[in-house]
């Protein structure tokens, strides 16, 4: 059975920085997109940003230019490296793969920014 599991969430300062990290278990394969999202309460989950098994990037606008998601393919983990972060950053991070249409999830690591 596949499992992501999620680990780096944490209380930051604005302005500060952390890092995401997902390592997937049980699996053999890799997944074609792997990403991140969030989730606020009462919010629906939205994107954060993705990254392709070839390197291919996206990014939510609203994190454009301060995360960067990055993948290593041989060890089936997906990093996301989150500066210069706001208040409104606040929320649940969810890691994500994809592979043959079929979405697996991680438990979620909760990210506070506040001072």
């Known amino acids: 059975q596949v499992q992501l599991v999620e680990s780096g969430g944490g209380l930051v300062q604005p302005g500060g920085s952390l890092r995401l990290s997902c390592a997937a278990s049980?699996?053999?394969?890799?997944?074609?997109?792997m990403g991140w999202f969030r989730q606020t309460p009462g919010k629906q989950r939205e994107l954060v940003a993705t990254i392709m098994l070839g390197g291919n990037t996206n990014y939510a606008e609203s994190v454009k230019g301060r995360f960067t998601i990055s993948r290593d393919n041989a060890r089936n983990t997906v990093d996301l490296q989150m500066n210069s972060l706001k208040p409104e950053d606040t929320a649940v991070y969810y890691c994500n793969g994809v592979r043959l249409q079929v979405d697996y999830w991680g438990q979620g690591t909760q990210v506070t920014v506040s001072s």
């Open positions: 049980g699996s053999i394969f890799r997944f074609s997109t």
